[in-house]
């Protein structure tokens, strides 16, 4: 059980490609433990406007059919901004991709998201502390 004073919001992206300034989420999941360890999920798949490269579909599995009607970040970008609002970010090397990657979608969306109070917990760096 965690102790924390504030929501922990893990976040796992899946996307076009890693280049943080040209590739774009095609499925964010989120899970967000509350102080009391409570648990709120949200997962959306969402259009890039890009076609997904193959080598990126072998890897995740989505397809350009999946998520033609997806709705675009732009769309629900404010929607997962609310989701976020308060919450401490962590995830699985989520300070060198996941948050860069959906802090550049935030600004292609033409949204101000500031992270500058929040901790950011990276599991991954956890882990190669811990197992050198």
């Known amino acids: 059980m965690l102790n924390i004073n504030r929501p922990i919001a893990f976040i796992d992206l899946e ?3 890693i280049n943080l300034s ?3 989420i095609i499925e964010i999941a ?6 009391d360890n409570s648990r709120v999920v949200k997962r959306k798949l969402l259009n890039p406007e890009m076609p997904i490269p193959a080598n990126s579909s072998d890897i ?3 397809t350009d059919e999946m998520v033609k009607d997806a709705p675009t970040f732009k769309q ?8 976020l ?3 401490d970010l ?3 090397n989520s300070n060198r991709f996941d948050i860069p990657l959906l802090m550049e979608e935030f600004l292609r969306a033409g949204m101000d998201v500031d992270l500058s109070d929040r901790k950011m917990i990276d599991v991954q760096h956890i882990f190669y502390s ?3």
Do not use: A, L, W
Not at 30 to 35: D, E, G
Not at 76 to 83: P, S
């Open 15 to 17: 996307t076009t490609g």
């Open 22 to 24: 040209t590739d774009r």
């Open 30 to 35: 989120i899970i967000k433990i509350m102080p």
């Open 60 to 62: 995740h599995g989505i």
């Open 76 to 83: 629900v970008g404010n929607e997962i901004k609310q989701f």
């Open 85 to 87: 609002e308060s919450c």
């Open 90 to 92: 962590g995830g699985y």
């Open 130 to 132: 811990m197992e050198p």
